[in-house]
């Protein structure tokens, strides 16, 4: 899986990816992501160029001895750096998945893309509902 989340947006954009190496992966942080933007990650070698990018890149270490989870690089007292709130997100869709109890893998990536879509919308009121159900506005005064 690759993921990213935006700090500000809180925008989510996941994918089924069939390996985690550099050439993967930045391509998935090039399709989902603007430049300038700052990406903050754990140490894997994979995301070593994506400076190359035109992106930022801050990384924190879990390698045990050596383990940080977050840090304020700039110290304004807010530990910015950080992968936590990707760690959230990969727990939430870890929750939505248990219920069906076992995945196919051919099916994984539809499963995510609800996860994503519902984690987007964030707040689905009844015209957003009637829209997606094809259901015409009520008139009457009856519920």
């Known amino acids: 899986m690759a993921g990213v989340v935006g700090r500000d947006s809180g925008q989510v954009r996941l994918e089924v990816v ?3 190496d ?16 700052m990406l903050y990650t754990d140490e894997w070698q994979a995301y070593h160029h994506v400076p ?20 304020d690089d700039d ?22 998945l248990r ?7 051919w099916f994984l990536a539809q499963y995510v893309a609800i996860f ?12 957003f509902l009637r829209s997606l159900l094809g259901a015409k506005a009520s008139t009457s005064s009856e519920s």
Request: charged share 30%; with cysteine; aromatic share 8%.
């Open 116 to 127: 994503q879509w519902a984690h987007n919308v964030k707040t689905a009121t009844d015209d």
């Open 52 to 71: 190359d990018t035109g992106r930022g890149l801050g990384q924190v270490c879990h390698t045990p001895g050596q383990r940080e989870w977050a840090r």
């Open 22 to 37: 550099r050439e993967t992966l930045q391509d998935f942080v090039e399709r989902t992501t603007g430049e300038g933007t």
């Open 99 to 105: 219920p069906f109890r076992g995945v196919s893998k």
């Open 75 to 96: 110290g304004d007292g807010i530990r910015e750096v950080h992968n936590n709130t990707l760690e959230g997100t990969w727990t939430g869709l870890r929750n939505f």
């Open 18 to 20: 069939k390996h985690a």
